[in-house]
């Protein structure tokens, strides 16, 4: 059992990033003014991924955070405004199959059935492929679901040595459970034009032949777990002999603990399944990313954030404690912390204008990370203004325009 105060660390660093942005706090989406200008090259997003979609899951990702949307239908027409949009899909109609964002998490202590407004969970499709594109952080209750760190391995999974962040875990299975079988229907074809109606039972529409996970930072983790509930071994809600699934996160934590009893079965599943479909897009000095075994980086954060000469006054007396816990945390609980990793390959951007370059965190046994490539060498470099709003802003870099609007 993992204890209380391990559950803290990334609620800790991420009110870090949130709760210092000249009095915004952790609700707003702040604004980025600049596009990436280099996009990746369609090797470094996959083969079954190309540009359009890239775009696609950027401005996705961005717009599932607006507040001011209530259904399906202002889901589409905000959609079907973004000129973006426009210029990357000119002849091709995006269908908002659904907007869902509410969710039962069970019952209290009176048997009485308990809800939460859960991130946003969208489903659009685009010609034969199927984007579900999953919302990020915006409310302290979505700092708490990304701060914990127990873990577990979902009910009929044929692995053994990989687990799944249990709270990650619990939100997409129920969005499979609202939604599962309306993608199994997609799959085969039989689904309406109208996604308010019902099938009719012999009306046919092109078979999804592609599913693309997408979101921004916990939206980004949802999405890996997700990639897992549609592909893992065992698991009810497989797809993989109906059609190929992706993955294209932004700025996610890592939500998948890979154990030291990992067998050769799983191994094999996730160096030849996994690695290849599965990108985490990730912009410099990002926090978020690194949480929760990046222990070199997450000490240099803390550190110079806990020296920052820009932050004082009642925001120095909130932050000391929180540095402290994080500290202990990251001695206390180490090992527990350091068997989650990225288990796809990460794209990383050194600045607005850098050309990508790929890295990664895990790899099978049998392969050398060479240094060159591997995550954790990059490190923590200490910016010109206030490390708190660097790093928040530098987390929300890579959506609208971001990469949205790249060229």
Not at 124 to 134: E, I, K, P, Q
Not at 199 to 224: E, F, N, R, Y
Request: with cysteine; glycine share 6%; net charge negative.
């Amino acid at each position: 059992m993992v204890s209380r105060r391990h559950h803290y660390l990334g609620l800790a660093l991420v009110t870090i990033l949130a709760s210092f942005m000249n009095g915004t706090g952790a609700s707003a989406v702040p604004k980025v003014n600049r596009p990436i200008n280099n996009l990746p090259p369609e090797e470094f997003i996959g083969k079954n991924i190309n540009r359009a979609e890239l775009k696609l899951c950027a401005s996705l990702s961005q717009l599932v955070y607006q507040r001011d949307i209530y259904s399906r239908k202002g889901f589409q027409k905000r959609l079907d405004d973004l000129e973006e949009i426009k210029e990357a899909f000119p002849d091709v109609d995006l269908d908002v199959r659904w907007f869902s964002n509410g969710v039962s998490i069970g019952k209290n202590l009176f048997s009485e059935r308990l809800t939460l407004n859960d991130p946003t969970f969208v489903g659009v499709v685009v010609d034969d492929t199927l984007v579900l594109c999953f919302r990020g952080t915006i409310s302290v209750r979505d700092l708490l679901e990304e701060a914990k760190f127990e873990s577990i391995i979902p009910k009929r999974w044929k692995v053994k040595g990989l687990e799944i962040q249990q709270r990650h875990s619990e939100m997409v299975d129920s969005y499979l459970r609202s939604h599962g079988n309306d993608i199994k229907k997609y799959l085969t074809g039989k689904f309406m034009d109208d996604p308010g109606k019902k099938w009719d039972g012999k009306t046919m529409q092109t078979p999804i032949k592609k599913v693309i996970c997408t979101g921004h930072s916990l939206g980004g983790g949802l999405a890996q777990v997700a990639h897992l509930y549609l592909t893992a071994p065992g698991a009810k809600w497989n797809v993989r002999d109906s059609a190929c699934v992706e993955t294209i996160a932004f700025s996610a934590p890592m939500t998948i603990a890979v154990k030291d009893d990992l067998d050769e079965g799983t191994e094999q599943f996730l160096e030849e399944d996994i690695k290849p479909a599965m990108r985490n897009i990730v912009f410099k000095d990002d926090v978020i990313p690194r949480i929760a075994s990046n222990f070199g980086f997450l000490n240099s954060f803390l550190n110079e954030f806990d020296n920052d000469d820009l932050l004082g006054g009642v925001a120095r007396k909130f932050a000391e404690p929180l540095v402290e816990l994080c500290r202990n945390v990251l001695v206390d609980k180490k090992d527990e912390l350091g068997c989650y990793c990225h288990i796809g390959k990460l794209i990383y951007y050194d600045n607005y204008d850098a050309a990508p370059k790929m890295y990664e965190d895990w790899i099978a046994k049998h392969r050398r990370l060479e240094e060159d490539n591997d995550f954790k060498t990059l490190s923590y470099d200490k910016p010109e203004g206030r490390v708190a709003d660097t790093a928040f802003s530098q987390h929300m870099a890579l959506i609208k325009p971001g990469l949205a609007f790249g060229s």
